[in-house]
């Protein structure tokens, strides 16, 4: 059950229409999860300083069961959504930063339980 959360200082206006949706197909199959458990949020128009600089950024927490817990996996799905978001929102990759969060599954609530017990 991946969760993407994407902040960014562009404004609203300047996000490509059905970005959201488009990072839940990317992330799907980036990470070899079904889109129907992909679960994204964009915000846009924050303030936000990068690198000391408050030029147009973009920062994505991506947190994941299973896929994101070491340095090879994250070194490959850092490459892909880099593609994804510099032509996405068209910045420069040294304007976006990736954390990358594994998550256990009792760390995730989903219909009155955690996923351990799903």
């Known amino acids: 059950m991946p969760f993407l959360e994407l902040d960014t ?16 197909a990317a992330a799907a199959d ?19 300083v990068l690198a000391g600089s408050a030029e147009p950024c973009a920062q994505l927490l991506v947190s994941s069961i299973g896929v994101v817990g070491s340095a090879e ?7 892909r959504f880099f593609d994804v978001l ?7 990759p040294e304007r976006i930063i990736i954390r990358f969060c594994p998550l256990e599954p009792w760390q995730i609530g989903k219909n009155g339980t955690v ?3 799903l």
């Open 30 to 48: 980036i990470l070899g999860k079904p889109a129907e458990r992909v679960n994204v949020t964009v915000r846009s128009g924050l303030p936000m």
């Open 73 to 79: 996996q994250n070194r490959r799905h850092s490459a």
């Open 115 to 117: 996923v351990t017990f």
């Open 86 to 92: 510099t032509a996405q929102l068209g910045l420069g």
């Open 9 to 24: 200082s562009l404004a609203p206006g300047q996000l490509p229409p059905g970005l959201a949706q488009d990072l839940c």
